[in-house]
């Protein structure tokens, strides 16, 4: 074979390859657009429904680095979520500080509840890690409510000021779709890495992972501090959108509705935690408008989610895509 025979069958097998991510990001790049356009066509309402499902789309996605992409099952996530919040009212209403101090100190917070968090709780596997995370949250949950004098207790706090730029609905809209696109290509770019790459061969076969000597817990542990910081900022957008914070956003209902994102768009996809967000906030909105048990008809759709698209609707819309263009056996005898 030639020189120029094997660099042409070299460029054929890989063409299948780069057809699709082309496509992927065309399809990215329409959708972007799209919503970028979207102002200009909707009321404020739908915005404001857009706002809050790209807040949350953030936090999926930093819940499926730990689910999707490490096999880590936290029940404590609301904990980073609910952080950012506190993190942004007590500091700017309780004490008169800027804005961008009290969002260093969110983000210090979350590091350092990460570490703590993560250095006890992944000495144990399983449930017992599930278990653990959910303690840490609850404990911090407790606190929120019974240290009314900072948090407010059960009424929560109030007034939490925007920045002057971030005043008008629409000037939201464009600052979360670009936090959540921004979001979106940087774990793109951990997760074609070799980090991120180890923490996929850690979700398979953790025995495995070690055992061809990579730090699983140094690898745990950086993915929790990493999915932790961004946890913290969707919960500081989500502070300072509604200008109000309550303890619930540290109970483990938050957390079951991250993972409920998670797992009806696609854990262990990228595209799929956003999709989830964005279905279940819609549903939420147009559910609960029209029906007075809608909380009901949402666990039904839930439930045929899980049993005909047991991997998410972008996982297992994958799955058929791939077996579609899968080539067929020749049939037998021939």
């Not at 609301?78 to 260093?104: D, K, N, S, T």
């Not at 929120?144 to 002057?164: N, Q, V």
Request: some cysteine.
């Amino acid at each position: 074979m030639s020189k120029t025979e094997a660099t042409e069958g070299r460029v054929m097998a890989a063409a299948p390859a780069a057809e699709p991510a082309r496509v992927r990001v065309g399809w990215g790049v329409g959708l972007v657009a799209l919503l970028a356009v979207l102002p200009w066509f909707v009321g404020s309402y739908t915005l404001a429904v857009l706002i809050d499902a790209f807040i949350y789309a953030v936090f999926a996605l930093s819940y499926n680095l730990l689910l999707g992409y490490t096999g880590i099952l936290s029940l404590g996530h609301a904990l980073f979520f609910g952080l950012g919040a506190y993190a942004i009212a007590i500091p700017v209403v309780r004490m008169g500080w800027p804005l961008g101090q009290a969002v260093l100190l969110g983000l210090g917070l979350s590091v350092g509840a990460a570490l703590l968090l993560g250095s006890l709780s992944l000495r144990v596997r399983g449930v017992y890690f599930s278990m653990v995370t959910l303690a840490f949250a609850e404990i911090v949950h407790v606190l929120a409510l019974k240290l009314s004098r900072f948090t407010g207790g059960e009424d929560g706090i109030t007034r939490i000021p925007a920045p002057p730029w971030l005043a008008d609905r629409t000037s939201f809209y464009y600052f979360s779709l670009l936090v959540l696109v921004a979001v979106y290509l940087g774990l793109q770019r951990l997760i074609s890495s070799p980090f991120g790459r180890t923490l996929v061969a850690i979700r398979e076969n953790e025995a495995r992972a070690a055992a061809l000597g990579y730090n699983v817990f140094a690898h745990k542990l950086v993915c929790m501090v990493i999915a932790g910081m961004l946890a913290t900022l969707a919960g500081m957008g989500n502070a300072m959108f509604f200008s109000y914070v309550s303890p619930g956003l540290l109970s483990v209902l938050t957390t079951i509705d991250v993972l409920l994102m998670t797992m009806v768009g696609g854990a262990g996809t990228l595209i799929g935690p956003v999709l989830g967000a964005g279905v279940v906030e819609v549903l939420d909105t147009v559910l609960s408008s029209v029906f007075r048990h809608w909380l009901l008809i949402f666990g039904l759709i839930y439930i045929l989610i899980v049993m005909f698209l047991p991997k998410g609707i972008v996982g297992s819309a994958a799955d058929w895509w791939a077996r579609r263009r899968a080539p067929r056996a020749p049939a037998p005898g021939r």
